[in-house]
């Protein structure tokens, strides 16, 4: 074992958390010099990277981390090749870490966290990516809200700060994933899509045109905007009652400004 001893690669291994053979391979290119050592795994955990970058990334984590009371939150979707990589608290760490960074950006660039990602992936042998990532900023606090399997979470914003409400809301929001706040957020071009696709689907049911188009309406109507508008959607809780009518019970002046759904395999 010239250059080096049994205490270096303890030490190495210590500080890196890199697998034994690595360290002594990283000691030996190193001729026994533990900070280029350090070097030589890093440059080693961008080429694993690099090798590991096109495998799929079916499993993960979201994290969120917020500031200034809540006001200022960022969330990201960490995902990896397998649950046994996402569920170590490394893992999960590092995407506390990411979701930090994310917060405290003006202009998020995945580039400016890529060295962790790197060195986890020459730890772990995986494939490891940002697959999402948001900055919610607001003048009341932003309620979070992740599930207990980590795989997804929400933000949600409120005016005024709706407190439990907000929380709700935020469960709601991962239970049944909405596409927008409100019915007047809804794109025209999409609502017109699914009234076309309803239509479809009652002429295969052997309605007339002009009969189908008005069953097609009423489905959209009672079906779709009730899953993708959040006020609209029977709460989880009570499904008898709307979320709007939810939130006008329980903090009746609150309105809700903006939310953000985060999940593993949601992609960009």
Do not use: W
């Not at 500080?15 to 001729?31: H, Q, R, V, Y």
């Not at 050592?37 to 961008?46: D, F, M």
């Not at 007047?184 to 071009?189: A, G, R, S, Y």
Request: aromatic residues 6%; hydrophobic residues 35%; glycine residues 6%.
């Amino acid at each position: 074992m010239a250059g080096y001893t049994a205490a270096d690669v303890k030490k190495l291994r210590d500080e890196t958390d890199a697998p034994i053979m690595d360290c002594k391979s990283a000691l030996e290119e190193a001729d026994g010099d533990l900070e280029k050592a350090k070097n030589v795994l890093r440059e080693k955990g961008k080429v694993a990277a690099a090798k590991r970058s096109g495998r799929s990334t079916g499993a993960g984590v979201v994290a969120f981390a917020s500031k200034d009371n809540g006001k200022t939150v960022g969330g990201v979707v960490l995902e990896s090749e397998t649950d046994f990589v996402a569920r170590t608290e490394d893992f999960i760490e590092l995407a506390q870490h990411i979701a930090e960074a994310v917060r405290d950006s003006e202009s998020f660039d995945p580039a400016d966290v890529q060295g962790p990602i790197n060195e986890a992936v020459g730890k772990m042998r995986e494939n490891i990516r940002i697959s999402r990532n948001v900055q919610l900023r607001s003048p009341n606090p932003i309620t979070t809200y992740v599930h207990h399997d980590r795989s997804k979470g929400a933000a949600v914003a409120t005016d005024p700060y709706a407190g439990d409400a907000a929380r709700q809301l935020a469960i709601q929001a991962v239970a049944f994933p909405p596409e927008v706040v409100s019915k007047e957020q809804l794109p025209q071009e999409k609502i017109a899509q699914e009234i076309e696709v309803e239509t479809q689907r009652a002429m295969n049911e052997g309605k007339p045109e002009n009969i189908a188009r008005n069953i097609a309406t009423g489905r959209v109507n009672k079906e779709y905007v009730k899953r993708a508008v959040l006020l609209e959607q029977p709460y989880y809780k009570d499904p008898n009652k709307s979320v709007s009518q939810f939130l006008g019970e329980e903090a009746k002046d609150a309105k809700v400004v903006e939310f953000a759904y985060l999940a593993v395999g949601q992609g960009e």
